[in-house]
């Protein structure tokens, strides 16, 4: 058995909004389109320019605010936050945003984002007096910014986030203020938007079409901006950045109507299923995609195949997410209830069945028997993302290499443990290459694809030995990995057509 790799994730979404009479009830709109980004947990802090208030629950979003609760938060500024814990850590305490009374002020604090030496400092803090209330990563930040000993809250904030590695959205929200701040890698997804007189800030530009706002632009690695009363601000923490935005942000976590760094979600996912449909043609009837995550890049096979897309499975909307089940049988019976199979579609068809990745295969592994129960012929699996063979230590719940069936298994090996009649993967450098570019000018175009290649764009602090000791484990000689920024490696097959 392999070492178990475990983190604290906090694969979340966030919002916040300066300068609006009605601050609450927009942020409440602008989480409930980043609703996909956590369904465990949901809260606000606002302010009146006076105090800070909050509340915060379990749940989701609309069952934990009713009317009433919003307007006890009533204010012309707040921060927001919907969180997708792991099994195990779905406690009130973790739920965010959360709220520090100093007797200089208070401040609301919302992270997006796992820290790679979030044990360490909390060693470190520990020691020298400080008391945690929560397992989560985020409170560190709190104790860091007190501590710091500057006069003014921001060049507290500099010296803070400098002290804290990994993956990191913050927004931070004081009496004066609304701070929104990115690690020094980007690796999770920050934009700026205008909404008449107030700016507003989201992990994803969908939150601004259901709030009204227009994109102004994106928070960039090592930025703080600072909007108040007099407008926006933007300030540097560090120039030591490296550019390394989550491709799974792009393969499956977004919503297709988001744009990151001005690549929409819905075109890139559908290009994935174009590469894929040349990498990986097969001969076949129709061309399917599982719902919803899949379904762009389903089409975007089936147009490059030259095959019709058909709606060949079905998805019960009011289930939740199977992923986060937190064991394989309670996961198995989420699929059976989640997904069915339209017999009219694939009865007695040759079945091309395109999801967006496969984690441990129980999806896929349950779709196959669905689709052949419903009378397909032959099902042929394409994935449009490479094996997933690493752990994410930024920030996507993909913690353990036990988990991942591609990191213990061959091709060949799942295809017969799914069912299928074959199975084909999207290749790095097609993934890349559909993708496009986030920041082109960067030579591996500033995309982290660590789950696939095992190059980590930053050194992993605490789980850098956790790391070693499973991959000695795991004896698989053709897995190469390492924890140094690759910029000088020779990215040239990357970006065979130049990305976009
Ligand atoms: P699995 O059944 O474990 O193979 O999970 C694969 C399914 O989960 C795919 O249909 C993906 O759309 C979805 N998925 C991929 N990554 C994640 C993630 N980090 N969190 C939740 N679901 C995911």
Avoid at 22 to 41: D, I, N, P, W
Avoid at 102 to 118: D, E, M, P, R, Y
């Amino acid at each position: 058995m392999l070492n178990e790799i475990k983190s604290l994730n906090e694969e979340c979404g966030i919002f916040g909004i300066w300068n609006h009479p009605k601050a609450t009830e927009m942020t409440y709109y602008g989480l409930h389109s980043l609703q996909h980004r956590g369904q465990e947990g949901a809260g606000i802090v606002s302010t009146d320019g006076e105090t800070l208030k909050g509340y915060r629950h379990l749940g989701l979003l609309a069952d934990v605010f009713s009317t009433e609760k919003l307007a006890k938060l009533a204010g012309k500024a707040a921060i927001g936050h919907v969180r997708y814990a792991t099994s195990g850590q779905k406690d009130l305490a973790n739920v965010q945003p959360f709220l520090f009374h100093f007797q200089t002020g208070s401040f609301g604090l919302a992270h997006n984002g796992n820290l790679t030496n979030a044990k360490s400092l909390r060693h470190e803090l520990e020691d020298t007096g400080a008391i945690f209330q929560t397992t989560s990563d985020t409170e560190a930040l709190a104790h860091l910014i007190k501590r710091a000993g500057k006069d003014q809250f921001l060049d507290n904030l500099k010296v803070a986030l400098n002290q804290v590695h990994g993956g990191f959205a913050y927004l931070l929200l004081t009496e004066d203020s609304l701070y929104a701040a990115l690690d020094p890698n980007g690796f999770r997804p920050l934009a700026i938007g205008q909404l008449n007189g107030a700016y507003v800030v989201a992990s994803e530009t969908c939150a601004f079409d259901t709030v009204g706002a227009t994109f102004v632009q994106d928070v960039e690695p090592g930025q703080i901006v600072q909007i108040n009363d007099q407008g926006l601000h933007i300030h540097t923490y560090t120039e030591d950045i490296r550019p390394s935005i989550c491709s799974m942000e792009y393969i499956y976590f977004a919503r297709p109507d988001s744009n990151i760094k001005g690549i929409n979600i819905h075109a890139a996912r559908k290009r994935c299923g174009k590469t894929l449909a040349k990498e990986a043609y097969v001969e076949a009837d129709v061309v399917t995609g599982v719902p919803d995550s899949s379904i762009s890049a389903a089409i975007g096979y089936a147009e490059a195949a030259g095959l019709p897309y058909e709606l060949g499975l079905i998805k019960n909307r009011y289930v939740a997410r199977t992923f986060i089940q937190p064991s394989q049988e309670l996961r198995e019976q989420g699929v059976r209830m989640k997904l069915s199979a339209v017999r009219g579609v694939v009865a007695g068809k040759k079945v091309v069945v395109i999801d967006d990745s496969i984690v441990r295969g129980t999806t896929m592994r349950r779709i196959v028997g669905l689709l052949k129960e419903a009378g397909a012929k032959e099902v042929h699996v394409r994935v449009a993302s490479p094996p997933l063979k690493f752990p994410c230590y930024y920030g996507i719940d993909i913690r353990s290499r036990d988990e991942l069936i591609a990191a213990n298994y061959s091709i060949e090996e799942i295809r017969q443990l799914i069912g299928a009649d074959s199975l084909e993967f999207l290749s790095v450098s097609g993934l890349a290459e559909s993708i496009g570019q986030p920041y082109p000018d960067y030579p591996d175009g500033g995309l982290c694809l660590s789950y696939f290649t095992g190059d980590y764009p930053t050194p992993l602090y605490d789980y850098e030995e956790e790391f070693l000791e499973a991959m000695k484990e795991s004896n698989d000689p053709s897995l190469t990995y390492s924890f140094e920024p690759n910029l000088l490696k020779d990215t040239s097959q990357l970006f065979i057509n130049g990305g976009k």
